[in-house]
Every structure is written in structure tokens, then in C-alpha cells.
């Protein structure tokens, strides 16, 4: 998945590692394939299963000399994965016929596949997509994705595909371009030609890419995607071009236009808290580190994650109040906060505008009072009735610490995870 692209570009591209902590709709790959074939990208045949029988069924009802079953995660590198329940290696198997497809379909459905981007736990395999075969000459990359250097759509692509592009970027960064578009006009022949001519392609087949070009860049504007990568855009021996991976991701503040688009949401592999913060309109983002972070604002967070590291601490988690949450709000963020079996610590860092420094620690309180406090509690609070705020917590009799600044609440967090974990 794109996340940085730094090198090997006269400008920095980046996507943060928790995109401002905003929720973003992942799609599996038979669901970006069928809108692919919606919006005339080229694809290869396929079907979908959930049981071994209808993997036999949809292999039955193609006709093909080899068949991919693909393991339908929200996870890359799934092909190098590992079953935990039975050690089987590869969530990407080639079948011939199917009573192959049957037997490889028993070891995957049902158990959970480990890969680069799963914790050692991996995530369950509940669907199979069965698709054509395809007789590859060449793997390439190809992606949309919305640029803030440019403030944009920019098309990335690179010869070499099938592979990790953050890897490409940073071994061979001349072997990734970029071209910005402008979003009003779409890409333009003369941009559709030299990303064929990147991609090495024979001039024969120029018309090809830029029917396939402009077919992913409307189909990236018409569902109001963050994210089309491809990876492999691919050409076959017969001087074909398909679309053979995909990955998709859009914003949530497109759900108003598109409802068809975030119908095809699969929650069931999502964060239980990252749905419940969801619920009463906050966001929530699991990290790997130790200390649960209660922030309002984006830029909030990412200053509290800097900030933190520059201490030497690690989020656990972060929970966006956003700006106008109520009391009750405050105290369901804290239950969530404090359910993360890795929170060791947790911080709060508030700055009151629309939401009062008092409601805030008016939620605290109730929430101590009703969950408990198990770990230390650190809370920094700034702005609209910070000394009413602060007089409360002080007088309530709970342990809780104040801090009087950012830099002296990151230190104290720090600090209370060591003593935590050392009496522990």
C-alpha cells in the first residue's frame, strides 16, 4: 500500500501513517474489481466463494487452463502468507482444475493468514475470488492518488510492478515518475504517451494504455477515491493489458454521494473500537506503542504524536473527540481508550474551543469513577475554562496528573509508563 514515496521525486509525496485520523473505506479485491468493470477497466474473469464447494462450482463454470484463488483480505503480501491453523504456505494458489481449487480452498476458508502487513494473529479468510489465469509478459505499476504538494491528482507508475513500490522508491527511485493532473481537464494525450513511454511500452500498443489510463483515472474522480493503486498493471503475451491487483481507498466524507460506493463495507475485519468511535461521531486509530492518546483535532495528534516520541513514547492508540463532543462522548472515548490490552498510560490533551476544558474533565471524572482507573492517567488541558477544568480534577481526590503543557504531559506519560511497567 502507498504510504511514503519520498525518494527519487524533485517533491515529497507522502500519505501519514494514520491519514489525520480519518476512516477510510477499504474495499477486497473482487469488490474494486467489479467497480473496475463498472467504469471499463480491462479485467480478467473472475467469481467469488465462500465455501469449497463454490469454489468447485465457479471453477466449473469457467473454462480456463489455470485458475487463481486469491485469499480476500484487507492485507498485502498475501501470496509469501502463512495459515496459522495448518501451516499452509501462500494465500494465492494456482489451480488447474476444480478438484485442486476444492482442496486448496479447505486449507484456506475458515483460518487466518499471516503476512507483512497482519499482526502475528492474521486476519481470517472468509472469501475466495477465482479468477482467469493470465499469460503475463510484464508486471508494471500504475496508481491515482490525491497529492498535497500539488493539491491534486497525481498518476504514478512504474516499470516495475509486482512488487513493493516503497521498496522501488527507495532501491531504484529513477524507476518511479510522476505526472500531476489537472483535475479539470483529466490527463492529456501528451501525458497518456509518456506514461506509456515510462512504462516501455511497444508504440503499437500506446492506444491501449491510454484507453486503460483514462478508464482508471474517471473511474478515481466518479467514486471519489483517496487511493487507485494497481500493482500489477499488466501486459500479456498476446499484447493485452489488464488490471490484475487492485487497491482502493476512499474518504468517508464521500459517503453522502457515494452510497453505492460504502455499501460494499466489510466490517468484520475493522478495530470493534475503531466501530463503536465511529458510532458517536469520532475517530479512532489502534497503533503499537503503549500509551492510549484522547485528543480533539488532527493536528492535535499529530503534534501530541511528535511530541511523544520526542520523549521516547510510543501511542498505543488515538481517539479524535472531534469539536463538539458532549460528556457522555467523553466518557465511552475513555471506556475505549482504556480496553487496549497494550495501554500502559494514557494521555489526555485537550484544547478547549467549542468543547470546555470543564465538560471534558467533567467526562474524565465520571469515566474514572465508573470504569476505574487501572493505569496512570496524564491530562493536559488548554483554552476555553482550562482553570475551572483543572480545579475539578485536582479536587476530586482521583490520582490523576495535570500537566501544565504538552512537552511537561508527554513527559509525564513517559514517565508513568516506566514506573507502571517496572511494578508490573
Known amino acids: ?32 474489481k467489479t467497480l473496475m468493470k463498472k467504469h471499463n477497466v480491462s479485467i480478467e474473469e473472475f467469481k467469488v466463494a465462500d465455501t469449497p464447494q463454490g469454489v468447485f462450482n465457479a471453477i466449473e463454470e469457467m473454462d480456463y487452463p489455470v485458475y487463481v484463488i486469491k485469499s480476500q483480505i484487507f492485507a498485502g503480501g498475501r501470496g509469501r502468507g502463512h495459515f496459522v491453523e495448518n501451516g499452509f504456505q501462500g494465500g494465492v494458489q494456482f489451480a488447474k482444475n476444480a478438484s ?91 501525458q497518456k504517451i509518456k506514461i506509456a513511454e515510462f512504462l516501455e511500452f511497444n508504440k503499437p500498443l500506446f492506444p491501449k494504455v491510454a484507453k486503460e489510463v483514462q478508464a482508471l483515472y474517471d473511474l478515481f474522480i466518479k467514486t471519489d477515491s483517496s487511493q487507485v493503486e494497481i500493482n500489477p498493471f499488466a501486459e500479456t503475451k498476446e499484447g493485452d493489458i489488464f488490471s490484475l491487483d487492485a487497491k482502493f481507498n476512499f474518504d468517508d466524507n464521500a459517503f453522502f454521494r457515494q452510497k453505492e460506493v460504502f455499501g460494499m463495507a466489510d466490517r468484520s475485519e475493522e478495530d470493534p473500537r475503531e466501530l463503536e468511535a465511529a458510532k458517536m461521531g469520532s475517530s479512532y486509530v489502534g497503533l503499537d506503542g503503549n500509551i492510549g492518546c484522547m485528543v480533539n483535532g488532527a493536528g492535535l495528534a499529530m503534534a501530541t504524536l511528535d511530541v511523544l516520541q520526542m520523549y521516547g513514547g510510543e501511542p498505543a492508540n488515538f481517539l479524535d473527540l472531534g469539536g463538539g463532543a458532549s460528556k457522555e462522548v467523553v466518557v465511552k472515548a475513555f471506556k ?89
Open 100 to 190: 485442486e481449487g476444492y482442496k486448496f480452498a479447505e486449507k484456506m476458508l475458515g483460518n487466518h493468514l499471516v503476512t507483512k502487513q497482519t499482526d502475528e494473529k492474521g486476519k481470517i479468510v472468509r472469501s475466495l475470488m477465482i479468477s482467469q489465469g493470465m499469460n503475463v509478459k510484464r508486471e508494471l505499476y500504475f496508481a491515482v492518488i490525491m497529492d498535497r504538494v500539488t493539491q491534486g491528482p497525481v498518476i504514478i507508475v512504474s516499470p516495475k510492478g509486482g512488487t513493493s513500490i516503497e521498496e522501488v522508491a527507495e532501491e531504484t527511485p529513477e524507476a518511479i515518475a510522476k505526472f500531476p493532473i489537472d483535475i479539470e481537464l483529466g490527463p492529456t494525450m501528451e
Open 336 to 424: 475505549i481508550l482504556a480496553s487496549h490490552p497494550n495501554v500502559k498510560t494514557i494521555l489526555v490533551n485537550i484544547f478547549g474551543g467549542i468543547v470546555r476544558c470543564d465538560m471534558i474533565a467533567n467526562g474524565i471524572l465520571e469515566a474514572v469513577k465508573e470504569v476505574g482507573l487501572d493505569v496512570p492517567l496524564v491530562v493536559r488541558l488548554a483554552g476555553t475554562n482550562v482553570e475551572k477544568g483543572i480545579e475539578l480534577m485536582n479536587n476530586s481526590g482521583l490520582p490523576i496528573i495535570t500537566a501544565s503543557d504538552l512537552g511537561d504531559a508527554a513527559n509525564k506519560a513517559v514517565t508513568n509508563v516506566k514506573k507502571f511497567e517496572k511494578k508490573n
Open 1 to 32: 500500500m502507498l504510504h511514503s514515496l519520498q525518494s527519487g521525486f524533485n517533491q515529497t509525496l507522502y500519505i501519514p501513517k494514520f491519514s489525520l485520523l480519518k476512516r477510510n473505506l477499504n474495499l477486497h479485491e473482487w469488490q474494486s
